[in-house]
């Protein structure tokens, strides 16, 4: 058995009944981390400090230690999970892919990542960014490009690259990132992965650095459904020292996962602004339907051309936001950023208050319109990004943004859960996803249409040959 090949599911399963251990399962992980992270290039820093035994009794005895925790003493005992470099983590470097803080080493740990440790997750390292997650290509000045498993020419997909490249590689079970315009998303698609962005106030923020602070997600990766639902199970949760955590009945993605998609009613995005796609992403996304009709679902066509105004929303308000919470290193230092980075943030210190208002409404308006389509409907289904993986060579950062956040980037604006999974593959053996969204708060849904979708085909299953 290829202890790296399983998932989060099955791997718990067998360390509970101790039919494998946690050290041979990190040693899996770490072994695929040894032969792929030298091209693939999806970790910064690799953790091994720690013999996973020692890491397991230390965090049972914190466990007993803190009363107050509501989580189920070591549900994740011995998964390796990875965490993008963009959360702080406890005397572990947290470099956000900059020059900024390449030798920066955190007092404590990001909300998301003393959870997963509550839980008994192992945590083998933190994986590679687009430089202060300001991109999605996850080409990187100061520690490198992530080469895409599927085809090294090719980007990753961003900003939560490196994390995505590490699942599908086989280097971790799981891994956590953040999407502000995608970043989940986009490098799920690319890569042939799961990616849940939850709604916004879902998963605390705390720790974690800021690229816009009305944007923000943090949410998992996996390579199943049921894997990532089981993830955010344990991150999410309200923290009353995160501005942006909303104070909500916690979610419950599993008990309903399985009911199946008879009877519910399925959102179909179509218009020229979906048909702009590529024709291997459109013949995929069109076979996806079908799919779903075949389980039961009602599909009914929407137009969605409303989402173009939406998308270009979020990227204003990103780049404002993100050039106000960098306005002293891009004033102090501008040199030390990145040249595509650099222009991003210039762009958005440039937009007037006028614009950024605009936006602001923009956002405003388009929130209460998905609103009122999730009142007859159950989610909402469109293709996850226009095109497959692109080339490396070559690559322009601000259109590849342009381009690939033109499907992801409106429900950070919205606020709303979507999530990615593979729905294909081109001919040239490239990853397709699917992105299903719901109603805010939620999740639960979107992850029972991706479940029975995913158990209806078998893309998940593929691999990259490596």
Request: hydrophobic content about 40%; glycine content about 8%.
């Amino acid at each position: 058995m290829n202890l790296s090949e399983l998932t989060l599911i099955k791997a718990r399963e067998l360390l509970r009944k101790g039919e494998i251990s946690a050290s041979d399962l990190a040693e899996a992980c770490l072994r695929q981390i040894d032969r792929l992270n030298p091209s693939i290039n999806a970790f910064i820093t690799v953790c091994r400090d720690l013999e996973p035994e020692e890491v397991l009794q230390r965090r049972a005895s914190e466990q007993r230690d803190n009363a107050s925790s509501t989580l189920v003493a070591m549900r994740l005992a011995g998964i390796p999970v990875a965490i993008k470099d963009l959360y702080n983590t406890r005397g572990i470097r947290t470099t956000s892919g900059s020059k900024f803080f390449e030798d920066y080493i955190p007092d404590e740990d990001a909300y998301a990542v003393r959870r997963l440790k509550e839980a008994g997750a192992l945590l083998l390292g933190k994986t590679n960014t687009h430089e202060i997650a300001l991109g999605v290509t996850n080409i990187n000045p100061h520690f490198g490009a992530v080469r895409n498993p599927w085809d090294q020419t090719r980007i990753s997909g961003g900003s939560s690259g490196g994390s995505a490249a590490a699942v599908i590689s086989r280097m971790c079970i799981a891994a956590l990132g953040t999407d502000t315009g995608g970043s989940i998303r986009i490098p799920a698609s690319l890569c042939g992965v799961v990616g849940m962005k939850p709604t916004y106030g879902r998963v605390s923020l705390r720790g974690i650095l800021p690229l816009s602070w009305n944007l923000d997600h943090a949410g998992p990766i996996a390579r199943t459904v049921e894997d990532a639902a089981f993830v955010l199970q344990i991150i999410s949760g309200y923290d009353p020292l995160d501005p942006a955590s909303v104070k909500t009945l916690p979610g419950d993605y599993q008990s309903h996962l399985k009911d199946g998609m008879s009877g519910r009613k399925i959102a179909v995005a179509v218009g020229g602004f979906i048909e702009e796609s590529d024709p291997e992403v459109l013949k995929a996304y069109y076979e996806a339907e079908r799919v779903f009709e075949g389980l039961g679902a009602q599909l009914e066509e929407v137009d969605a051309s409303w989402l173009k105004d939406a998308a270009f929303a979020n990227g204003l308000m990103t780049t404002v936001d993100a050039a106000a919470f960098h306005r002293e290193r891009l004033k102090e230092h501008p040199d030390w950023f990145g040249a595509d980075v650099r222009q991003r943030l210039e762009i958005g210190a440039a937009y007037t208050s006028s614009e950024y208002a605009l936006a602001r409404r923009t956002q405003a308006e388009v929130r209460r319109r998905c609103e009122n389509l999730f009142e007859t409907c159950d989610v909402l289904l469109l293709p996850t990004t226009p095109i497959a993986a692109p080339l490396i060579e070559g690559d322009n950062a601000l259109e590849r943004a342009r381009l690939l956040t033109r499907f992801t980037a409106p429900f950070n604006l919205t606020g709303m859960p979507a999530l990615s999974l593979p729905c294909g593959f081109t001919q040239d053996g490239l990853p397709i996803g699917l992105q299903i969204v719901a109603r805010a708060w939620n999740e639960a849904g979107a992850f029972r249409a991706g479940y029975a979708y995913e158990k209806a085909t078998s893309w998940h299953e593929r691999k990259p040959d490596l």
